[in-house]
């Protein structure tokens, strides 16, 4: 149990929607970052952030965008969502003593899985 | 490009027996190594990690190996037990260096099965 949730669990959009996944970091957790992981692969970073400013971006468009509040709870938005766009969202959040770097103290949630037909 | 291989997509093992899962990295940057377990519909759980100041770091039945000339670790799991199936993912990070954001680069996950 790591104290971090998302949601919704599942997601199903279509081609050209916009999608909001959440997340709820515990108390403490300053610092967040996004993965996708497609089916089969492994999760890929899509960016992080810390004190609600973006503090690294992955190899992922613009039309991928988030937000961090003061209440450890985040959001990931997908503009113009394409069919490759499908795959599970995972957020992971990070103590306030562990810094930005996270190492070994990133705390992943369950994931949200998108499907986009 | 994938900077962090799995090559072994799924592994099985008779419990008791010893699990060997292995992990290839390209970039010489890295120099923080972590390995996740993650059961269905669960998020990855963190594991074991090691710095690459080390070689060898060791948690109970999990034991993870650095060889940074080769660029490969691997993890040990002795005795292997049928609760540790599940999908195993290297992860790497390089905490050093200027705009470091710890990001993660992840390998593509091994599938263990360990049988009773």
């Known amino acids: 149990e790591t104290g971090v949730t998302q949601s919704p669990t599942h997601l199903i959009k279509t081609r050209g929607q916009q999608v909001t996944l959440r997340c709820s970091s515990q108390?403490?957790?300053?610092?967040v970052s996004w993965y996708q992981q497609a089916l089969g692969q492994g999760p890929q970073f899509i960016f992080q952030y810390y004190r609600e400013e973006e503090n690294g971006r992955g190899n992922f468009p613009p039309r991928f965008s988030g937000l961090q509040f003061p209440n450890y709870s985040s959001e990931l938005n997908v503009n113009a969502l394409e069919l490759d766009d499908s795959a599970l969202y995972l957020c992971a959040s990070i103590p306030r003593e562990a810094g930005p770097l996270g190492g070994d103290t990133q705390y992943f949630g369950p994931g949200t899985r998108l499907t986009v037909l | 490009d994938q900077q962090v291989k799995q090559n072994s997509p799924s592994l099985s093992v008779q419990e008791g027996r010893i699990s060997i899962l292995n992990c290839d990295y390209t970039n010489s940057m890295f120099d923080y190594f972590l390995w996740y377990k993650k059961y269905p519909a669960e998020g990855p759980t963190f594991l074991i990690s090691?710095?690459?100041?080390?070689d060898k770091n060791e948690d109970g039945r999990f034991t993870v190996f650095l060889n940074k000339s080769a660029k490969h670790l691997s993890l040990h799991i002795v005795p292997s037990q049928p609760g540790d199936s599940a999908v195993y993912f290297c992860?790497?990070?390089?905490?050093?260096?200027?705009?470091?954001?710890?990001?993660?680069?992840f390998g593509q996950g091994t599938t263990l099965q360990v049988k009773p």
């Open positions: 090691i710095s690459s100041i080390k």
């Open positions: 992860a790497a990070s390089a905490l050093r260096g200027s705009g470091n954001t710890g990001k993660l680069i």
């Open positions: 108390s403490g957790h300053n610092t």
